[in-house]
């Protein structure tokens, strides 16, 4: 599909987020139909209408968005004359909604779930608790908790002492072995494809490094364990965020620590009132022409994410796309609508 193309916008890519009412989208795809009219060249109109009326006739047959959401690819390619309506289940869940006619297919949204080859694998481990989570760009992604039974130390001496530390010991060595065999099942399949970048390994005291010097992970997975081993006391998804707040030095990189960096900067400067920051679609919109914003932040969950980040390149902003993912997302639409910049000067209106 990424060979076709078209002398005009007549290629139709559509992704849906699940949750969406698939009525919501036949509404749409039928209002973009009732205004095909109003193109000039009969051929690009019976072109798009025909790319429009095949989704609409594909999704009708949907009663609810799949889990991971729905692709569609609808169009004609002019120069052989061929015609696709193709209607699919990505293999992670859609993130935005995105809806387009152009000269060729928008694959890049499903391109970035085949082949992205930037992620981080994350554990935190403990003697009787663990957490085996992802990192991939900007999304952390919490895989799996793990418990164990590992009771504490009695005080009764002698022989009896040294027979339950090693009751102690044979349980906590079973913990990290099922511990193990998890993060191996999530992370070896990852690195086979050669998609796992690195591991980064939490954990309170010594736990982390007992379960590394044992023969628990995968030797392959070990080659790739950051050196620094960070300091945790959490577990689920805050445990997985502090650890990767605190190594984002080493994981600067990381969409996931561009956007809390982000975030807490304009929150900063929204608590300084120092006029350093700007919000309201217009304000944003005036800015980034006055080439002001040295920051623009805006959530993946607004319709129009690439008009911004279009503009963005045009002025010169660095773009922070935030994950429908991250806590603070929600906050920041509610309050914000989704978009603001942080500026590099102040300025008047």
Not at 197 to 221: C, H, M, N, Q, T
Not at 279 to 299: D, F, R
Request: proline share 3%; glycine share 6%; with cysteine.
């Amino acid at each position: 599909m990424k060979k076709w193309k078209a002398p005009a916008t007549i290629l139709l890519s559509l992704y849906i987020p699940p949750g969406r009412p698939v009525s919501d989208v036949l509404n749409l795809l039928r209002q973009e139909l009732a205004i095909t009219d109003n193109i000039k060249l009969k051929r690009t109109r019976s072109a798009v209408q025909r790319a429009l009326t095949s989704a609409i006739d594909r999704l009708s047959k949907v009663s609810k968005i799949p889990e991971n959401g729905l692709v569609i690819f609808s169009g004609e390619n002019v120069s052989t004359g061929d015609f696709l309506c193709i209607m699919l289940i990505p293999p992670e869940p859609v993130r935005v909604y995105f809806y387009r006619t152009d000269k060729h297919f928008h694959t890049e949204f499903l391109e970035e779930m085949i082949t992205q080859s930037n992620i981080v694998g994350l554990l935190i481990i403990e003697r009787d608790a663990a957490t085996i989570g992802l990192l991939k760009g900007n999304r952390l992604e919490v895989v799996e908790e793990l418990e164990g039974y590992v009771p504490g130390k009695h005080h009764r001496g002698g022989q009896s002492q040294r027979r339950f530390d090693r009751i102690i010991e044979q349980l906590v060595d079973e913990f990290y072995k099922r511990v193990g065999e998890h993060a191996n099942k999530v992370f070896l399949q990852l690195y086979r494809d050669g998609k796992l970048k690195a591991i980064l390994v939490g954990g309170p005291a010594y736990s982390k490094l007992d379960f590394l010097d044992g023969e628990y992970l995968d030797y392959r997975l070990k080659k790739i364990v950051l050196p620094r081993l960070i300091d945790v006391a959490y577990q689920g998804e805050a445990g997985l965020r502090e650890m990767v707040m605190k190594a984002s030095d080493i994981l600067k990189e990381q969409e996931y620590v561009e956007s809390v960096k982000a975030l807490e900067d304009f929150k900063l400067h929204l608590a300084k009132d120092d006029g350093l920051i700007v919000y309201g679609e217009n304000e944003v919109e005036e800015a980034l022409k006055l080439g002001a914003v040295e920051t623009l932040i805006v959530s993946e969950e607004r319709d129009d994410v690439d008009k911004w980040l279009e503009k963005a390149r045009k002025h010169g902003a660095k773009t922070v796309v935030l994950s429908s993912e991250l806590p603070e997302n929600q906050w920041f639409i509610k309050t914000f609508n989704g978009v603001a910049g942080v500026l590099r000067y102040r300025i008047s209106y």
